[in-house]
């Protein structure tokens, strides 16, 4: 039966013709095209358009050959479309990551997509999905972690674009809020709730959902501390957990919200894309452009490097695993180098610190000593 299978797709896709002037041309029955041979030799020009039917049949028979073989593995493999891929990783991650999956398979890129086999997935198929009207870093971004997860389960034998071959991604450059801004913004919120939930992600850099469900179950006044847990990372080992200190300002802030269950109950209730509308309400009214709510994590890792924060409790914090990504939140801070006499008092100093201290303790050891001779 593969013989048979081979027979038929080696049928000869360009055929030989002779025109006036003793030339002979070839024309592929596909396309329609006609091409020079080069020659006026009958003989020669035989060989050639034998040796084009062979390169051009050659790639389907191999393809043939190959699902012939795949179908007795896994007849999967032969039938599996990229729909089934996308149902597939919908359902991974979080809530939220869920959703925003499923919206973007819904689009119109992906729709030239789904109804293709993985087995006969080419780059143009890719690429179509990608140079679409309406397809942007959102499509660019899924395709490729769709493409990905095909590989790592299996699904695709190979990669149907190598990673130097992927259009570079046109990345969208956020920017941190100014205090300034902030200021502005606070001030003309009338929503009390809503003032102190600006103000909370002003001192914390948690991300908005974040913030909006934090719980009084997440605060040890005793231990002066806040939980954090990134619901982004939920069932990831490092769990996006992270402890942050209270100190005067957050007790501050503390001290004006509800004393039990959730902190922002209101926000809570609203949905994510809600309350980042009304923000950017907000921002137009006072003429701030740029801005969005998750312009409060850059303007923390920013502050928190131009204050010298180690950049490993910044990331713990934050819920950042790359350095890479971190780089990129605290990118554009402004650091102001400290003068050399600075670091050369500071280490005198402790220097003094530690002379002192031998001092003290020679006299007590030496007294030690005595005593326990005398015992």
Request: with cysteine; proline share 3%.
């Amino acid at each position: 039966m593969l013989m048979s299978v081979g027979d038929t797709i080696m049928q000869e896709r360009f055929r030989m013709f002779c025109r006036a002037g003793g030339n002979f041309y070839t024309r592929d029955k596909i396309t329609g095209q006609s091409e020079s041979l080069g020659t006026a030799d009958r003989t020669v020009a035989k060989q050639l358009l034998a040796a084009r039917n062979q390169a051009a049949a050659q790639p389907q028979l191999n393809r043939t050959m190959a699902k012939a073989y795949l179908s007795a593995k896994s007849p999967d493999l032969l039938t599996r479309t990229w729909a089934d891929v996308m149902e597939h990783y919908s359902v991974t991650g979080v809530e939220s990551t869920r959703k925003r999956k499923a919206t973007a398979f819904r689009s119109r890129p992906f729709a030239l997509l789904r109804g293709i086999t993985l087995m006969d997935t080419e780059a143009g198929h890719l690429l179509a999905v990608l140079q679409h009207e309406r397809a942007g870093n959102s499509a660019h971004h899924y395709l490729r972690r769709l493409h990905n997860y095909a590989l790592h389960l299996g699904w695709l034998l190979m990669p149907v674009m190598a990673d130097a071959v992927w259009p570079e991604v046109r990345k969208k450059k956020f920017t941190a809020i100014t205090e300034e801004e902030h200021r502005r913004i606070v001030e003309r919120e009338p929503m009390r709730e809503r003032k102190l939930y600006y103000e909370m992600l002003w001192e914390t850099g948690g991300s908005q959902s974040d913030i909006a469900s934090l719980n009084w179950s997440q605060i040890d006044l005793e231990n002066e501390t806040i939980r954090f847990s990134r619901r982004k990372l939920a069932g990831k080992e490092s769990g996006g957990e992270s402890l942050l200190r209270i100190g005067p300002c957050l007790r501050k802030l503390l001290n004006q919200l509800p004393q039990s269950d959730y902190l922002f109950p209101k926000m809570n209730a609203w949905a994510s894309e809600n309350r980042s509308s009304e923000f950017s309400r907000r921002c137009k009214m006072l003429g701030i452009e740029g801005r969005s709510l998750h312009s409060y994590r850059y303007a923390w890792a920013q502050r928190a490097r131009a204050a010298g924060m180690p950049e490993r409790e910044a990331m713990n914090h934050l819920g950042h695993e790359s350095r890479a990504v971190h780089a990129a939140y605290a990118g554009g801070a402004q650091v102001a180098v400290l003068p050399l006499e600075f670091y050369e008092a500071q280490k005198e100093e402790k220097v003094i610190q530690f002379k002192q201290a031998s001092q003290q303790a020679t006299p007590n050891q030496a007294e030690e000593e005595k005593k326990a001779s005398h015992g």
